[in-house]
């Protein structure tokens, strides 16, 4: 069981940045892919970028979906602890809950979705307003 804690959400006006913040309660993510969600009121849980983090330090994979590039980057810390989403420029529609996933597998890519993931945060919220 891998429990998941988000930070990093809060209030932010459009064209701000926010990095949100992913950590498993105990250990690390080492040999898991990492995946970061959102959801705004009344719309689906959307996919947003995911990360693998493979044992033995074997090549990992990055995936980000296409309406959040560039502004959006995944990434993880050396100990493989804690997996960032840096969000850049950010506008109105970017305001939802913001969700971690994690899944032990070794690879991400854009079939890796919603329903492959095993274990969920809480969620952190993001505000983007004036």
């Known amino acids: 069981q891998v429990q998941l804690v988000e930070s990093g959400g809060g209030l932010v006006q459009p064209g701000g940045s926010l990095r949100l913040s992913c950590a498993p309660e105990r250990g690390t993510f080492d040999g898991y892919v990492i995946g970061w969600f959102r959801q705004a009121p009344g719309k689906e849980r959307q996919r947003l970028s995911c990360?693998?983090?493979?044992?033995?330090?074997?090549?990992?994979?990055?995936y980000h979906v296409d309406s959040v590039k560039p502004r959006f980057s995944i990434f993880v810390d050396n100990a493989k602890t804690t997996v960032s989403l840096q969000m850049d420029d950010l506008r109105y529609d970017d305001s939802a809950v913001y969700y971690c996933a994690a899944d032990a597998v070794d690879f991400c890519d854009d079939k890796f979705g919603l329903y492959d993931y095993d274990y969920w945060g809480r969620g952190t919220r993001v505000t983007v307003s004036s």
């Open positions: 990360i693998s983090l493979n044992r033995e330090n074997r090549p990992g994979s990055i």
